[in-house]
């Protein structure tokens, strides 16, 4: 979600502005439920209870903004978003980072929210530290490549990055090293609802690292967050000075590789035949003391018979041709438990039967869990149309709390699933009979101890059996269930509006963006034209959000990315202002750094329409180029915005900068701003910061922003001499002329607050002076 500028700074999450270029009122999504916005079109009153009677017809979308065709409505929302709205502002919150990582060859695909409070920069969410319990994984480890080499960086310099895909077991390969150096019980996974987990991580060194005897080594999944070279030698250094052992795990993109780091060890697996062989003997050694022969079947397994059977198995041009299709090392795994299982009787055609089964085996369980055969006559609980709801909702938020799924299941259960339906009586409701041990049955929930999830974890959270079980219910859902279409595209519009006054509510709406893109991929016609392309039309910023971060998810396809780059070129190209700025935001994704040049000329022509001029999507899409490192592309079209003549360019520049100026270069640089930097570094960006502060410090719309993120900068320059000589130096630029009274007055009250600083005494004599010599 992108900040929202107001007022002397004041910022909304989600909302829009009050007025715009012209001069058109506050949008309905400030005032009233988003849905209505749309004129001529009234929604139905949502069912407030189980027994809430039947709607006469499904709910429709109101007519779609420019194409005068009627289309299906939403539920009625609960209530607006102007109090959360209201509470937002009062605290000042800034969104200004978001993250997804997807891998495309298998599909699954996460996305992650990050929310910085009072714009100091500090996440809302810590680190967690999670035991690694995973003994299995360590006692049946097959060698990848480089492992020596690895094991060698590891020991000698207490770090060491696997760059692979996932389901290459990299996991695994990270417990094996680790264990060498430490004790398997002393193994932690750190964990961070935010996506810069490194950066975090460094923040927090001290607690995590230096003052941890529990742990001696950490894995920490970086997912696709970019984690820089200098990032990587900050957490070495950090390492060795607490003796601790570091593997981090990534995307082929994650870690740098130009100029390759020697910190970064690519992870391509284990040969699949090998995992197979030997989580296959592991399986039969434990079958073998349990084998009960029965009579005119099979004599007693012993260890010349269970040989000779993975002899035979492994040269079966069935099974490669499985191991080949098999998309993690997990999936192998489970083919070897498959396999043990029917060692007796798995002729040819046995094995033919088993790999189908292991073929089907998620989707089977998800017919399973989904339909009506579980349901037993006299049970209210299992036929209780709820249970499946619920269901739903556990597998789509896999990962989240618990809360989450129980939430969004009621809502599915209770106010989108009667509008589909024509029910007799309302559904039983036994509040102490449906528990959660029936209502999720124990085949489709994780053990939490082998999940790493300690007994005592706040909150608790949604886990499946396997990771790949969301998209298998998906899958059921969508193309099996075709009566389910609708109530599904209705659940996920309804998410994204329904009344919720915590913050943590923006990760539901992540997910919601990430099930759309997902559901795109099926079928992308259906679902953008009924769904992700009205989101993009719709008057609410998180909307239109939502719509963004779909389409990147839907791109991870290649068969879909085509089609999601020309109509999101289409959007830029509109006259709606509403798909501009729906455009906007998803270039400020993972579809924005694929063609950087390209996403900087689209942003600068959407930056001179009149209609984004209050909007801050373009600044932030801008901002999130140059968090991903993009800098000297970036800055080189700043420099020319915010000395454009145009009107409206300068402001997105501008807004752009303050943005990036709240974050250092990297993690262990405290106090020490990227931009300013880069301007030390190279001298033909002090023109541009000099220019950023005197735009920043005299507009309305920024001065409360920028005067503080002043104070900062000049407060913790103290102890840095080259910044506080920039400072001191450029001062007289920026602070004098038209504001050198402001500038003073400024300068006199933070003396006040910092009393010791003497990089503010400094620049105070600079502007009196007016020579930049304030030593």
Known sequence: MTEQAGPEGAETPGGEEGVDTVGTPREASEEGPPNDERAGTETPAAPQGPAA???????????????????????????????????????????????????GTNGTAFYVENVFANGDGEALTEVRVIPFTEDAVIDLYEPVADHGRMAAHLEEVHIVALAGRVGSGRRATAAVLLVKHCHRYALGTLHREGPDLVRAVCDQADELLANAPKYDGYLLDV??????????????????????????IGGPETFPSDPPTPHVFEHAGADRRAVLAVHLHAQLTSHIADCVPQEGTHERCDPATTRAYVTRVLEGAQIQHALDMARSVERVVHLARLLAENIHGADADGEARIIGRWRDHLPALARKLLGPDEAREGDPILDDPHRQALRIAYALFHGHPLSDAIEAGDLLGRTVLPYFEVRETAPLNHVFERDLNRLIPREMRASESLAGVEPDDNPRRALLVHEELLHAVLEVAWHEFPSLRQPLLAWLDLLIGVEQRSLDFERIRVRVAHLAGLLMRRDFGFVYREMVGLWARHSSGAYRQCAALAMEIAAEDDTSAVRVATLVKDWARSPDTRLQDAAARTYGTSLGMRDVQLTLRELGRLGRMPGLSARTSVAFSTAYLLLNGRVDEVLADLDTWITSKDAHLPRHAVRAMLAFGRYTRTPDRRGRPALAELALKQTGHRELLTNFWRHALSEQETSARAWHLLERWLADADGNDDLAQLYVDLAPRFLGAELTGRSMFHLGLWRIRHPDSHTLRRVQRSLATGTGEGR
């Open 53 to 103: 009677p039947a709607a006469d017809a499904p709910p429709v979308r109101p007519e779609a903004a420019g194409t005068g065709s009627p289309t299906r409505r939403r539920v009625e929302r609960p209530a607006d978003f102007a109090e959360s709205q209201d509470a937002h502002e009062r605290h000042g919150l800034q969104k200004i980072k978001r993250a997804a990582f997807s891998s």
């Open 223 to 248: 997912g696709p967050h970019p984690v820089t070279a200098q990032a990587l030698d900050t957490l070495a250094q950090l390492a060795r000075s607490a003796g601790k052992f570091l593997v981090l």
